[in-house]
């Protein structure tokens, strides 16, 4: 595996603020985006990703819902599901996202900002902002998206009582083909499984 990409790792180093302003905003949405972290890059080394690759996934995963920054407090922070007008507010998060992380004109902006952008595309293209499906998709969108699923999942929100492992591993290879990869979920099932991330829950 090559080592990460020096231009990214100033990058990540640069956008941590943004991860601290998350923070300040809504604790359980940085909490979550440093354990999408930690599962997408168990995943992009167990895939082989480049140093360049590894470094454009640090960033886009640990920052995926930076957007949320500008979602209204009345909605993000609701504590019943939202109805379909506040879920199309929440689903701009991706492009919001985007276009937080571009403004930051660092090199390497540019790449992990598509990343961000395309974090809930699904693969069999009926996902959102743009629909893409398959390889369309980038290799650190969809490595994100798994990841991201998995712990949304295991981890009790306001509206949703939380899974344990067995029925989140179920979800998930039920969206399997349509959600999400299906070699990305084969390397998936197997690291989760002694992943320090997976859910204590029984």
Same mark, same amino acid.
């Given at each position: 595996?090559?080592?990460?990409?020096?231009?990214?790792? @100033?990058?990540?180093?640069?956008?941590?603020?943004?991860?601290? @302003?998350?923070?300040?905003?809504?604790?359980?949405?940085?909490?979550?985006? %440093? #354990? +999408?972290?930690?599962?997408?890059?168990?995943?992009?080394? #167990?895939f082989g990703l480049s140093g360049k690759e590894l470094g454009i996934l640090k960033i886009a995963a640990s920052l995926h819902d930076i957007g949320k920054i500008g979602i209204p407090d009345h909605i993000l922070l609701k504590t019943s599901q939202p109805d379909e007008a506040e879920w199309e507010k929440i689903k701009l998060h991706c492009e919001m996202?985007?276009?937080?992380? @571009?403004?930051?004109?660092?090199?390497?902006?540019?790449?992990?900002?598509? +990343?961000?952008?395309?974090?809930? %595309?699904?693969?069999?293209g009926q996902g959102y902002p743009d629909g893409l499906s398959g390889e369309e998709i980038s290799i650190c969108s969809r490595i994100i998206s798994i990841a991201d699923s998995y712990d949304?999942?295991?981890?009790?929100?306001?509206?949703?009582?939380?899974?344990?492992?067995?029925?989140?591993?179920?979800?998930?290879?039920?969206?399997?083909?349509?959600?999400?990869?299906? %070699?990305?979920?084969?390397?998936?099932?197997?690291?989760?499984?002694?992943?320090e991330f997976k859910a204590t829950r029984i």
């Open positions: 595996m090559e080592s990460e990409d020096p231009i990214f790792t @100033a990058l990540y180093t640069y956008t941590k603020a943004l991860s601290v @302003a998350l923070g300040y905003r809504d604790l359980l949405t940085r909490l979550h985006s %440093e #354990r +999408v972290l930690g599962l997408s890059g168990e995943i992009g080394v #167990r996202g985007q276009g937080i992380m @571009a403004a930051t004109d660092i090199e390497g902006a540019q790449q992990a900002s598509l +990343v961000i952008r395309h974090h809930h %595309e699904y693969y069999n949304a999942m295991a981890v009790t929100r306001s509206y949703q009582n939380v899974k344990n492992h067995v029925e989140v591993m179920a979800i998930l290879h039920q969206e399997t083909g349509k959600k999400h990869d299906p %070699e990305l979920m084969l390397i998936f099932s197997e690291i989760i499984e002694s992943s």
